[in-house]
């Protein structure tokens, strides 16, 4: 079945640090991917997503590469802020009528000033 | 503003009773959902529907249940029979159309069970 792999956490950064947070999937086909992002005692909010291979989604300084070559759809941001501190779910859905969104367990990331 | 709600953001109860978590959403979407939330688990899908009075379940159904009777609400039962109900719960709906439609999520009721 399909499955997202992300890096295990916590990741703690300084303020100003290139952030990578990895995401491998597995699924048949071609998924669309996301990332999204929840803060401390919220629900989830889409922070970008990617629908075919070689697609860059970005947003907020966030970036992320469909690369279909590699199964991966890496978070990168150049330099973090406090206000990033946050937990980062990568997820897909596979494109043939399955609506069902397949998350990773989530990667806890710490800015510290 | 369009939406979702959840109500309540906090919530109690006792072992044996069961509970009702509420979940509207005015962004006019056909599919809404419902996932559980643990530590380090991610989320896992508990139901969801497409369409009005249409609903299917999910990775973890066993002990909740749900109905569809407008679109534009989407209650989730938490049964007696769930063994480890305590959890945060999230509803989400998404317009399931075109390619990579994404899901819009609720802010989530945090369920403890003693």
């Not at chain 1, 890096?7 to 999937?25: D, H, K, Q, R, W």
């Not at chain 1, 970036?63 to 980062?88: N, P």
């Amino acid at each position: 079945g399909d499955s997202v792999t992300q890096m295990e956490g916590p990741v703690t950064l300084s303020e100003e640090a290139f952030l990578t947070i990895n995401c491998t999937y597995t699924a048949t086909g071609y998924p669309s991917l996301f990332w999204y992002v929840q803060y401390p005692g919220e629900g989830l909010q889409l922070l970008l997503k990617a629908t075919k291979a070689d697609d860059k989604g970005s947003n907020k300084g966030f970036e992320a590469t469909y690369r279909k070559e590699t199964t991966s759809f890496h978070l990168e941001k150049g330099s973090v802020q406090v206000s990033d501190s946050a937990v980062y779910f990568c997820a897909l859905i596979p494109n043939f009528g399955n609506e069902k969104l397949t998350f990773g367990t989530g990667t806890r990331l710490t800015i510290i000033p | 503003d369009g939406g979702i709600t959840q109500s309540p953001k906090y919530l109690f109860r006792k072992e044996g009773q069961n509970v009702t978590l509420s979940c509207e959403q005015n962004l006019n979407h056909d599919a809404m959902y419902w996932y559980r939330q643990d530590p380090g688990q991610g989320l896992r899908l508990i139901y969801y529907s497409q369409i009005v009075n249409d609903f299917q379940k999910g990775d973890i159904a066993e002990g909740y249940s749900v109905s569809r009777e407008k679109k534009e609400s989407f209650p989730l039962t938490v049964t007696s029979a769930q063994k480890n109900p305590t959890a945060f719960y999230l509803c989400a709906s998404s317009n399931n159309r075109g390619r990579g439609y994404e899901q819009y999520f609720g802010p989530g009721t945090r369920l403890t069970v003693t």
